[in-house]
C-alpha cells in the first residue's frame, strides 16, 4: 500500500482541476440558461405589449384624499386593561 496522496490513481491536483472544470461548465450553462430565459420573457412581454395586453391594467384615476376612517374618533380609546 502507498503512502502517496492519490485518489483513484489520480493525483489530487488532477482531481482539483476536474472539479473546477465541472463548477466552470455548471456556471456556464446557468449563465446560459439565464440569457435563453431573460429573451424569451422579454419576447412575450413585447408581443404582449403590441396585442394591447396591458391596456386594461392601468391604475385607477386619482380619487382624492379620503379619510382613512370617516366620522371616527380621532384620538385612541381608553387603555387596555387585560
Known sequence: ???DLSI???G???AILMFIIYIA???ISLW???LIVRAAVTNGIMRASRQGAF???SPPPFQGHQPINPGGPTQG???FQG
Open 1 to 3: 500500500m502507498s503512502n
Open 8 to 10: 483513484v490513481g489520480f
Open 12 to 14: 489530487v491536483g488532477t
Open 25 to 27: 461548465m455548471l456556471v
Open 32 to 34: 446560459i440558461f439565464y
Open 55 to 57: 391596456q386594461s391594467m
Open 77 to 79: 380609546g381608553p387603555p
